[in-house]
């Protein structure tokens, strides 16, 4: 299911969250020992599944050691019917990029769980996992089209809204729009929720790079 009637579980699974929303890299560790827990407590919490390959995915996304999320994305997904239809949306977007490879059918869930699930989808993180996506395959028009928007909703985790900044920059620069980009990477080391590490790091080279581009 993908609620649970342990306590202990639960507790594992809040503390977890709010480790999530924290952000960093030794809150996001702690986030998924505690997610690890909640779902050795209870192996049939859905909701602890998904959180768990979300915060994996967020690990990878800044650059942290993590594991892959293939694993907790394939148990969430064994609970199908299960699982409410926001989190069964979610867990079927993650599902067709992790396990099948299908992008395509990706963007269609998580178009559709933005649509019926708006507030759900942001604090997910799904706006992420679109941008994310849209630079893996390159499509830089769909990255600015589908996330932009999200960049500048407060209901977004700050965390979130660095990270889309940041690929927003990437995506503009690629379009040739240097000021645009600058301006959306000025603001992702703004609100990066660290002042050092791998990607706060990449994202100062990156602004370095654009200011060549414009001659600066």
């Not at 990878?60 to 969430?76: N, S």
């Not at 600015?144 to 909703?153: F, S």
């Amino acid at each position: 299911s993908a609620a649970t009637q342990s306590v202990a579980a639960y507790q594992a699974y809040t503390a977890a969250l709010a480790d999530l929303h924290r952000g960093g890299q030794d809150a996001l560790a702690r986030s998924v020992a505690r997610l690890r827990e909640a779902t050795r407590i209870d192996p049939s919490f859905g909701q602890a599944y998904i959180a768990l390959a979300m915060t994996q995915q967020t690990q990878r996304r800044w650059g942290y050691p993590h594991d892959d999320p293939a694993e907790a994305v394939r148990r969430a997904r064994a609970l199908g019917t299960s699982l409410p239809d926001r989190d069964r949306l979610l867990v079927e977007g993650l599902a067709a990029l992790f396990l099948d490879g299908d992008v395509t059918t990706a963007f269609a869930r998580w178009a559709r769980l933005r649509q019926l699930y708006p507030s759900f989808a942001n604090e997910a993180g799904v706006p992420s996992l679109i941008a994310d996506t849209c630079m893996a395959v390159g499509d830089w028009d769909r990255l600015i089209l589908d996330t932009a928007d999200a960049a500048d909703d407060p209901s977004v985790p700050v965390a979130e809204r660095a990270r889309l900044s940041s690929l927003l920059g990437r995506a503009y620069r690629k379009k040739g729009e240097f000021e645009r980009a600058m301006a959306h990477v000025q603001r992702a080391i703004e609100i990066w929720p660290s002042r050092e590490g791998p990607a706060v790091n990449t994202m100062r080279t990156l602004l370095g790079r654009m200011y060549v581009d414009l001659g600066q």
